[in-house]
């Protein structure tokens, strides 16, 4: 990883499927997914393939998503999370507007479909989100004290409730709730992605 990386590392959908497909992001170890996983998994169809329809196909959605016609320029600011991105607050606000325990859980299942399919390492991805989260807090601009000590929270709290839903699931469901942040862009640390990351109807046993 290199330097200006690691001093500038963002909650963005960018970062979270370099994850999955960067060994040495954000610090070196074994990857998440074998390299055959990897093969052919760019950034536009990682997240054409595991993002929610509904979330995709609202009316700014379909703006940001769109994948005919010309360079989309939409997809690379929102998935790079640049704050020249003009969309941030109205597509947050379709999407919670249709959020409940149905769409959040929709979106668990895409992410734990991928996870078993691509035959993932739930300890390497562990380590690597808390490494993720620790630079974030340190070097995410956007992002509050409050909400990065809540999401790291909730990596803890998966680890203690594994006897109550399995690995895969936990860790679809806390990708997800990472990924709804990371879309919020600057309203991450806001009052209403406040409330996602609190709800009872989004909790994992609720789902």
Not at 122 to 140: A, I, N, P, T, W
Not at 155 to 183: N, P, R, V
């Amino acid at each position: 990883m290199k330097k200006d990386e690691q001093a500038n590392v963002l909650l963005s959908l960018k970062n979270l499927y370099r994850l999955f497909t960067v060994k040495d992001y954000p610090v070196y170890s074994t990857g998440i997914l074998g390299e055959k996983s990897k093969k052919g998994l760019t950034l536009v169809k990682f997240w054409d393939e595991c993002l929610l329809y509904e979330w995709k196909s609202t009316k700014h959605g379909k703006m940001i998503f769109r994948k005919s016609g010309s360079q989309n320029r939409y997809h690379s600011e929102f998935c790079n999370r640049k704050e020249s991105f003009p969309l941030y607050e109205v597509y947050m606000q379709e999407i919670l507007d249709g959020l409940n325990a149905e769409t959040f859980g929709s979106q668990v299942l895409i992410f734990e479909k991928f996870l078993k399919e691509k035959n993932y390492n739930h300890s390497v991805l562990v380590q690597k989100l808390r490494k993720f989260l620790g630079m974030v807090m340190e070097s995410d601009p956007w992002l509050s004290q409050e909400c990065g000590e809540k999401l790291i929270f909730w990596i803890d709290y998966i680890e203690k409730k594994q006897k109550d839903f399995s690995q895969s699931f936990g860790d679809a469901w806390l990708f997800t709730l990472l990924s709804l942040h990371a879309m919020a862009g600057p309203e991450i640390s806001g009052a209403k992605m406040k409330l996602v990351r609190n709800r009872e109807d989004l909790k994992p046993e609720y789902i």
